[in-house]
């Protein structure tokens, strides 16, 4: 058998099906000059009508048109109307409005949560830690942490702003922070820890507290924006999970997603700022570890899980092919998402109305077409 396939055309080709000279005497030429439109029209590789009829059992029509089980799967190029409907993506302002509103009654419910657990609170020694029993504890960094946190958020709210489509970002993150916050607020209240800081200064429990004290608590921490510098954050009961990490996390992810690929030093910068966060937050023993540890989990698997549903179309419908619609928020999902096909471009401008843009353009060019005019004249 070994000579027989070194007396083939094309080596192990030829051995086991026809080479492409034993097809040469069954072309047949076509005149170029009087066939050039059908040539052009006429498939790339040949097919054949015996297709169907070969039967599979037999083996020895297996090869005989070994061309016909050639396929080639081209993937779709980006078309024009592609191109341009990516530079059209839709802002929709009123979805963002939505979107807000759902934000600040998540930050409600989480506040109110709050002022409800504070009774709860057990007045017992901090649980066994195993990082907070071994780390020194140090007093300022809760406010080290806050700092850097609102660094970071400044950070991500400056780049989705000079982002072109800031509407969109805007509207995706605060779904996102209106869920997060929902959670929270559930978790919080189900399961209370004592405190991790048996030195943090909380308000006194009332034996009888009423509706009035309690929309009052609500008010007090929304005002302090449930920062800890503010000095209104005065209720303890919120532990589980760590809102600090959840805020520094999501600042992060909103930098890396949507800032230029090429600034990788703001990158780099961002998540060494959310890291240092966290890593004060639990020198201070502003939170347990468990804290950390699920708020970094809840809010990064769901900014993750989000954005691959909204790169792809196919999980925008439901079906046995998507299980992802059994979430909760899914429809909410697939009512924002439904004008916008993959990911979001990245190109980057200023957040001004379009008639100052439009001014500062003509102005520009003017001043530039007078400077290259008085130039020509100089050097005349």
């Not at 396929?71 to 963002?96: A, F, H, N, V």
């Not at 929270?184 to 943090?200: G, H, I, N, S």
């Not at 639990?282 to 989990?297: E, K, M, P, Q």
């Not at 993750?304 to 998507?322: F, I, M, P, V």
């Amino acid at each position: 058998h070994f000579y027989k396939r070194m007396e083939s055309h094309n080596s192990d080709y030829g051995s086991y099906c026809n080479s492409p000279t034993d097809f040469a005497g069954t072309v047949v030429p076509q005149d170029i000059s009087t066939d050039g439109d059908a040539l052009q029209n006429s498939p790339l590789l040949p097919t054949s009508d015996k297709e169907d009829t070969v039967s599979n059992s037999d083996p020895k029509h297996e090869c005989d048109f070994p061309l016909d089980i050639v396929k080639l799967d081209m993937p779709p190029g980006t078309s024009d109307q592609e191109d341009r409907y990516r530079s059209d993506i839709p802002g929709e302002p009123l979805k963002t409005l939505l979107s807000a509103l759902f934000l600040g009654t998540g930050f409600i419910a989480t506040s109110a949560s709050l002022a409800f657990t504070h009774e709860r609170v057990p007045d017992i020694k901090p649980l066994p830690d195993i990082v907070l029993d071994n780390i020194k504890y140090q007093s300022w960094g809760l406010d080290v942490s806050e700092y850097l946190l609102m660094i970071s958020t400044i950070s991500a709210l400056i780049v989705v702003m000079l982002h072109s489509h800031r509407l969109v970002i805007l509207r995706r993150i605060s779904l996102l922070l209106g869920i997060l916050y929902y959670y929270r607020a559930l978790t919080m209240f189900v399961t209370v820890l004592p405190k991790p800081d048996e030195t943090y200064t909380c308000m006194p429990r009332r034996n009888t507290t009423t509706t009035v004290d309690y929309a009052k608590r609500v008010l007090t921490i929304l005002s302090g924006g449930g920062l800890s510098i503010s000095g209104k954050h005065v209720y303890c009961g919120d532990y589980i999970f760590s809102g600090h990490t959840m805020t520094l996390t999501m600042g992060y992810l909103v930098i890396k997603q949507y800032s230029p690929r090429r600034f990788i030093l703001l990158h780099w910068a961002s998540f060494l700022i959310s890291l240092c966060g966290v890593v004060f937050l639990l020198l201070s023993r502003g939170h347990y570890t468990i804290d950390v540890l699920l708020a970094y989990y809840v809010t990064s698997r769901i900014w993750w899980l989000y954005h691959t549903l909204a790169h792809n179309q196919q999980l925008k419908s439901r079906g046995e092919h998507n299980f992802l619609d059994n979430m909760c928020w899914w429809h909410v999902f697939r009512f924002f998402e439904t004008k916008i096909r993959g990911p979001l471009p990245r190109r980057y401008s200023l957040p001004l109305p379009k008639t100052i843009k439009r001014f500062f353009r003509v102005s520009f060019t003017r001043l530039r077409r007078e400077n290259s005019v008085s130039q020509e004249i100089f050097q005349t």
